[in-house]
Structures are given as structure tokens and as C-alpha cells.
């Protein structure tokens, strides 16, 4: 919140104060702090994010933290309502501030409650940075009723989380180790939760905030000394649980962060997964603040609060800069409600018979109205589909002539390239009529850049992804007959849900990615996700046996935003839903919801995770293999795009260790051809043309992202059975790509 820090001597620690300015560029081996991320696992981790932008949230029926989040005041409607109109604008994720007293008051019902805002948040696309402590405004706070809002006054009922009492005494600061680690635990695994802020403004003085009054903040100097103690615990208690989101803690007030910084300022800057910083600065003044950020820190770059209008800070001068820099941003106040922000601070001194003309934070009118439909359409044009993009304007090759793949196919054992074309994630399935059914992401099939820039990444601004899914069927995976696109984007829920979102964002900018399609009894299913123009997945069904509308949608938005879903049927009817790295949940039988909470899964051992995407499931024998994609190198788009396996007794788990399946297969799809022989589908997905296959099992490619895959669809013979002791075994069979390279990180050598 914008009030600056009055108080900005240095504590005497000075180890700490020589860290703040070098612990941005720590290297994993430099890291200052036992359980920090090192860099390059925060910047691995960010550059699977989209740009997070979003506003700190409170709803309009809440004057304060404990009023949104306490049983009897918990407003569910109104938070569905609002982070609505925040989804149609493009916003993708909020800073959202809980409150010591609600867990220490109910700490059962307050995570429950908590894990319903996620519900509604993840159904409108939104993720969420919790910030659990606050040193700003009021230091004594009460559990049960909340005061009214003063008439026309800014933040008039806002909340210190802990109270003074508590901050005074170090005793009682370690009262609050359950209520940080047991959100944390709640939470720590939760794909909804994008960020853990342990702090806000710790030492806030808070002076001149209640003329008049009796009320009294700690003095400045006990204040820093006390709130650093509990930022320093705070830290460590979090660091036990060991969440696998970042944790941080934002600088604030004047921007000496890197040149003279106080204890609390280094305390955060060595501590942090990806640094969080402050500014209320307008667009020329924060210029050099946010470069001196970009200069220093070479982690994941976020600022949690901005925007004040009055004090020129503005989205049109703030956010273009931060979008420049992929720097995450969150203003302050999303609604006009009882937090009153729209009125400046100098309302605490100075009478408003009326509300201001010039609105100091919040972007909507209660009934949903912007404040300014200009600031709307500038957040909606920045924050859909960011990415970044490296087009390669180079011809591509051609299919493998028919008779030749009809002699490959025969062999079974060489990749085939057997259909040319603009596709990534290629899905092929098996249809009962014996047709072999291909789909994947693709561009709309008039447009020209498929041809103008054919190794377009597909990612970014400059993205060629369009918003229908392209349909073929083949009878012999050699001669392809379009479908033409029987699903797009106006055939999800998504369009009936948030109609204004699809009318604010032009067609040019929504993107539909991953398609799958399998028969469900008679009808076909199709599971996507989607980025833009709603941040979500689907989950939609034909009428009948024939690939093509009306299509159903029987989640609803329910179906929320579950990156790459994907559906498996076990043997005993359960049709499941797999998604993101990994979740996974049983359907019903309508199809209309989970019959239980979904819960992760992924592999033991080192490496816990599939990879980041592209999780497929299967079932060998008796035993489950969980597939997964991710980067040979463990960086986004560094080295070979990978499919790795683990396998199960149960498909809950516990898997096994991941084992490597091979080599640019990523995002592929195992499938049997009608011989029941297996095929994987591959696909190009580099930052450069295609390369040799000459020397390429020897060949280090970690310097950027590099495959050997032509542009379209290849499919690759695939060896997978049940060795002797009854143990999937994958191995693909073209020796190009059977092994892992030199750029492989994890050590897939065999164990004595």
C-alpha cells in the first residue's frame, strides 16, 4: 500500500546488507540461504508462467482481511462475481492477504475457506499469491465483526496481520509458526497457488495515518527490529514445509534497495525465490527504479503493488514497462467497495463531501462498470498470450513419399514422416470404424504464415496457434483426409461463460493448444486447453458417433484451468482426467464433475516431476505408466524436447523413478496401429530449422531449443511390453532417438 517508509536506518548486520546487493545474481552454488531456489530453478520455473498480471484482491463486501476471509462474512458470490470481470480483462492471477487471527480463530474452516476461493479462482483462470503478514494500518486487530468503513475514507478498517501485542513479544511471534507452516502445508503442492509473499511493508511506521485518534503504531526503530525478527522466522518456517511454489518478500519505500539497503531490505533480497518490489512512482521516475531492478537481479521479477492514480502512477505509463521486462504486476484494488480505495490517503486528513473525479486505486464500479474502459482495454491487449517468439523463415521439407512410409510402416523400425504441415502436440488415435484420427495444435487453415514463417514457435505475441481445432482421418496413416475444424473455441464453455472476455479480445489473439480427441460410448470427446481469450480448458462432446457439432459441455466451468488435460479409461470403466505435471482426478459418469478431489501424482526419487506439460496415462498388464514431457536440459526451451515414464501398481501411485522413453518425442502420443504395433507421434518444436541426424546421439544441443523433427507429423516405432518380472519397458526403436544425449541432466545410466 502506498505510504513510504519513513523509518530507513541499517539495522547492524552487515553480512546481510553485502547481500542485497549480490544475492540477486547468487549463482545455485553462491545461494546465501539453505533451501532458497537457486536462479536458475526460479527462472526455469518463471518461464513456464505466462506473464502473471492482476491486481491485489479484495472483494467489494470487505473492508478488511478478516472480513473476506472470516465464516460468518465470507462472501463467495461476490469473489465469483468479481474475479469474473478480472478473467474477462485478461488478469490472470491475484495478491490476495489472509490473517493470523482467521486461522488462529478456525483453522480447519479457514483453509477450507480458502480452498473455495482457489476453487472459484481456478474456474475463472486465475492463480493466486497469498501474502501472509501485513504491517500496514491498523496494529490492533480483533476477530468477529468488522467496524464500518468511515464515509469517504481510504482504507479506513485495513489490518496489520500480526498485531502489535504479538509483534512486541518473541514468544508470542512463535505462537505464529503453526498458522505459516500450516497454510503452507495445506497449500504447498497446490497448482492454484502461484507465489507465497511472507510479508508485506514490514516496518510500515504507519505515521500520520489517525489524526485525532488515540490509536498508535510501534515506534519506527522497535518496529524494524521486531518485524525483521519475524520475517527472519517467517523464512525459516516456511522453508521447513518446503512449498513447491517461490517464496518472497518485497522491498518497498524508497528504492535504495541495491545502493544503501536496511536490514530488512537485504533480509528479503537473499531470501527470496523471485524478488517482489513496490513502486508508486509515475512512468518517467519508475523508469530507472524497474532498470535498476532488470540490472540486479537476474531472478523472476514482480512488482506487488502499483498504480496510484493521483500520484501519476498509471497502467498506461507502468504496465507497458513491465510487460517489456516479463515483470509480474499487480496493482492495487480491483472493485470500489468498502476498503474505499478509490479515494486518495489524504482523505484520512482531508474531508470528501463526494467521490473523486480521479479515482486513486481500483479498476471497476461495483456493478462491474470500468472505471476507465481505456485502462481495460490496454490490460486486455497486454496480458493476452505473452510469451515470446523466435520465427525462423526457412522452406520445410516434404512427407516421405507413400511408398516409402508404406514400407516403414511395414519394417517397424524407422521414424516416418508422414504428414507435412504447421502442427505441434500431434494426437492420433485409433477410431472403432478403423480410421486412424489425427489432431493437434494448429493455425487456422487459411492462414498464410504457415508458409510465409513455418517454423513459428508458436509461442508469444508473434504466435500462429489459432482458435480451431483441425480434424484428419487416414486408413493407412499414409493418405490424410481433412475434417475440416469441427470444434473451435465458440463450441467450449468458455464463450457462454465469459462472453465479454471472447468480445474484448480480438479473434487474432485466441489460441486453442493441445486437442485430444477419444470415444466415450458412442460419441467423441475433445479435452484442450487454452491461454486466450479465456485462460481455461474444455472438456466437450459430440452427439454422436460422427466427429462434428453440436458439441456439449457437461463440467460447465467447472472445468477450470487445467493446463494440457488429457482422459484415460482403466479397465473397470473410470474414465479419469489427467492434466498439468501432474494432476489427476476421477469423472463421473456424466462427465459433469470428479466423484473426489483431485489429487498429484509423478514419479519418486531425484527428479519428482514428469516435466512440465504433455502428461498422457496408460495401462500395460496390470500396471500403469504415467507419461510426461519436459526438456532434456531441465530449462524451458534448452536442448531436446523429451517424453519420459514412470510406472505404477496403482494410478495413484506410487510410481517409480521417471525413466527416459526418448528423445524429441515430447508432448508425443503413444498409440497402437492396427496391427497392435506401437508408434509415438513427434513433432518440430526448436529455436532453429530442423537439424542433421547425423552424430546426433553424441551431439550436446543444451544451448537452445534444437530437434531433429521436421515440421508436421512424425511417427516414431516404439517398443513396449512387460519384461520378465511383469515391468513396462519403453524404448523407442529408431537409434536416433532411443538414447538420452549429452544434454540429458538426469543420469538414466543403469544402478549397480
Not at 24 to 53: K, L
Not at 304 to 316: D, H
Request: glycine share 8%.
Amino acid at each position: 500500500m502506498l505510504f513510504q517508509r519513513e523509518y530507513s536506518a541499517v539495522v547492524s548486520i552487515g553480512v546481510l546488507v553485502v547481500l542485497a546487493v549480490a544475492s540477486c545474481q547468487a549463482t545455485a552454488d553462491d545461494a546465501p540461504t539453505a533451501g532458497r531456489w537457486s536462479v536458475e530453478r526460479a527462472n526455469q520455473w518463471y518461464a513456464t508462467q505466462p506473464w502473471p498480471v492482476g491486481a491485489n484482491f479484495t472483494p467489494s463486501s470487505a473492508i478488511n482481511q478478516l472480513e473476506m476471509w472470516q465464516a460468518d462474512t465470507f462472501d463467495p458470490e461476490t469473489i465469483d462475481r468479481e474475479l469474473g470481470w478480472a478473467a474477462d480483462i485478461g488478469m490472470n492471477s491475484m495478491r490476495v492477504f489472509l490473517h493470523d487471527i482467521a486461522w488462529r480463530e478456525d483453522p480447519d474452516g479457514f483453509c477450507d475457506r480458502i480452498d473455495q476461493y482457489l476453487q472459484i479462482a481456478d474456474r475463472h483462470g486465475i492463480r493466486t499469491m497469498f501474502v501472509l503478514f501485513d504491517g500496514v494500518w491498523l496494529p490492533n486487530p480483533k476477530a468477529g465483526p468488522q467496524p464500518a468503513p468511515q464515509p469517504r475514507v481510504h482504507n479506513s478498517g485495513w489490518l496489520q496481520s500480526p498485531g502489535k501485542e504479538i509483534l512486541l513479544d518473541s514468544a508470542r511471534q512463535d505462537e505464529l509458526q503453526d498458522y505459516v507452516q500450516g497454510v503452507l502445508s495445506r497449500f504447498k503442492d497446490d497448482p492454484r497457488v502461484l507465489v507465497w509473499d511472507l510479508f508485506n511493508e514490514p516496518d510500515n511506521a504507519n505515521q500520520g495515518k489517525w489524526p485525532g485518534t488515540s490509536i498508535r503504531d510501534l515506534e519506527p526503530r522497535v518496529k524494524h527490529e521486531r518485524t525483521f525478527e519475524l520475517l527472519k522466522k517467517t523464512f525459516a518456517w516456511a522453508r521447513e514445509v518446503n512449498p513447491s511454489q517461490p517464496l518472497t518478500a518485497g522491498v518497498w519505500g524508497n528504492p535504495r534497495w541495491f545502493t544503501n539497503p536496511d536490514a530488512i531490505d537485504a533480509l528479503s533480497l537473499s531470501q527470496s525465490d523471485i524478488i517482489t518490489f513496490h513502486t508508486y512512482h509515475n512512468a518517467e521516475d519508475a523508469r530507472p527504479i524497474i532498470e535498476q531492478m532488470v540490472q540486479h537481479c537476474d531472478r523472476p521479477l514482480m512488482c506487488t503493488e502499483y498504480m496510484a492514480r493521483t500520484n501519476g502512477s498509471t497502467f498506461q505509463g507502468l504496465l507497458p514497462q513491465f510487460k517489456e521486462h516479463k515483470i509480474g504486476a499487480y496493482n492495487w484494488g480491483l472493485v470500489s467497495g468498502k476498503t474505499q480505495t478509490i479515494y486518495p490517503q489524504d482523505s484520512l486528513r482531508r474531508k470528501y463531501e463526494a467521490e473523486p473525479k480521479l479515482w486513486f486505486h481500483d479498476v471497476f464500479h461495483p456493478d462491474g462498470r470500468p472505471y476507465r474502459e481505456a485502462e481495460t482495454r490496454l490490460i486486455s491487449d497486454l496480458a493476452t498470450d505473452y510469451q515470446g517468439n523466435n520465427p525462423q523463415h526457412v522452406k520445410t521439407a516434404a512427407a516421405l513419399p507413400p511408398d516409402d512410409i508404406a514400407a516403414g510402416l511395414k519394417s517397424h523400425d524407422r521414424a516416418l514422416f508422414v504428414k507435412a504441415g504447421w502442427i505441434r502436440d500431434p494426437f492420433i488415435t485409433l477410431s472403432p470404424s478403423g480410421m486412424y484420427v489425427l489432431t493437434g495444435t494448429t493455425p487456422l487453415p487459411d492462414d498464410p504464415a504457415q508458409k510465409t514463417d513455418p517454423y513459428n514457435t508458436g509461442l508469444g505475441d508473434g504466435s500462429i496457434v489459432g482458435w480451431k481445432a483441425q480434424v484428419w482421418q487416414s486408413p493407412d496413416l499414409i493418405h490424410w483426409q481433412s475434417l475440416d475444424t469441427p470444434f473451435t473455441l465458440e463450441d467450449g464453455i468458455w464463450k457462454k461463460a465469459r462472453p465479454k472476455r471472447f468480445a474484448n479480445v480480438p479473434q487474432s489473439q485466441w489460441r486453442l493448444w493441445a486437442p485430444e480427441l477419444h470415444y466415450v460410448d458412442g460419441r467423441w470427446a475433445l479435452v484442450h486447453t487454452s491461454p486466450s481469450p479465456v485462460n481455461g480448458a474444455n472438456l466437450s462432446f459430440t452427439q454422436g458417433e460422427d466427429i462434428k457439432g453440436p458439441w456439449s459441455n457437461p463440467m460447465g466451468p467447472k472445468i477450470g484451468r487445467r493446463h494440457d488435460p488429457s482422459l484415460f479409461k482403466d479397465d473397470d470403466g473410470t474414465w479419469w482426467m489427467i492434466w498439468g505435471a501432474t494432476m489427476i482426478a476421477p469423472l463421473n459418469d456424466d462427465f459433469s464433475g470428479f466423484t473426489r478431489e483431485p489429487i498429484a501424482i509423478g514419479p519418486t526419487g531425484d527428479t519428482a516431476k514428469m516435466g512440465h506439460e504433455g502428461c498422457l496415462m496408460y495401462k500395460l498388464g496390470d500396471k500403469y505408466i504415467l507419461f510426461g514431457t519436459g526438456w532434456s536440459t531441465g530449462q524451458m526451451r534448452k536442448g531436446s524436447y523429451n517424453l519420459y515414464y514412470a510406472v505404477a501398481d496403482k494410478i495413484e501411485g506410487p510410481y517409480g523413478p521417471r525413466q527416459f522413453a526418448g528423445r524429441f518425442l515430447g508432448h508425443g502420443t503413444p498409440f497402437k496401429d492396427k496391427q497392435g504395433r506401437w508408434w509415438c507421434t513427434a513433432f518440430y518444436n526448436g529455436n532453429i530449422p530442423p537439424l542433421e541426424t547425423k552424430d546426433i546421439a553424441s551431439r550436446d544441443l543444451s544451448e537452445t531449443a534444437q530437434t531433429i523433427n521436421q515440421q508436421g507429423v512424425t511417427i516414431v516405432p516404439m517398443d513396449i511390453h512387460l519384461d520378465d518380472q511383469g515391468v513396462p519397458v519403453v524404448v523407442a526403436k529408431d537409434p536416433h532417438y532411443a538414447s538420452p544425449g549429452p544434454d540429458e541432466a538426469q543420469d538414466f545410466s543403469p544402478q549397480p
